[in-house]
C-alpha cells in the first residue's frame, strides 16, 4: 500500500503517512470496506432467529392452560393425582372418574397442612390450588364444611404433615408466596 498522497509506500492498518502526515487509516476504511466475515454474519443471525422463535414456543407452552388440562386428563395415575369416581358435593349425582393435578385428602384422614387460601368462590379457589400444583406444590381443594373448617368456604391447601410444627415450617415457607398462609389441623366431621 502506498500514501495516495505522496507516493510512500505505508503499512496495512497505519493510520498517518510518516512522509507527509496524510491520514491513511481513514480512506482505506471509506468505501473500499470487505466483509470477510459475511458467511459468520449470517449464521449468527439465523441461529439468533430459531433461539428467539423457541423460546416464544416454550413461553406459549408454559402459559397455555388449555394443554396442561388435556395433559392432567391424559397423565397416568402416579403421585397425588389419582383416578378415582366422586360424588358432586353441590348436586349429590355421581362424576366421571378423571386425572387432576391436585391432591386429594384421603377419606377418614386427621393430619395437619397449610392453608393457602379460603374462599368462598370455587372457581377461583380451584384456580389458585391448581396454579400451587403445578408451580410443585402439592396442593388441592377441600370444601370447609367437611372438615370443620368453617361454612361455605374452599379451602386451598398444600401438603399433610403428622406434626403442628411441621406445618407450620412450610406456611413460613410459603408466606412469601401466599401472604397469610397458615398450619391447621384438618379432621373429618362425623
Known sequence: MSCPDCGSPSERGQLVCVECGNRLALEEEGGGRRFDNLPAVAVLLAVVVLGAGAAGFALSELTDDSSNDSQAANAPATGPATAKTTTDSDTGQAQQPS????????????????????????????????????SGLEAGLLRSDDYDLGEGLWIVFAGRFDSQASAERQAGNLAARYPGAYATLVKPTS
Open 99 to 134: 386425572h387432576s393435578l391436585l391432591l386429594t385428602w384421603p377419606q377418614g384422614v386427621r393430619a395437619y397442612t397449610v392453608v393457602l387460601v379460603s374462599s368462598s368462590d370455587k372457581p377461583a379457589a380451584r384456580q389458585v390450588a391448581r396454579e400451587a400444583a403445578q
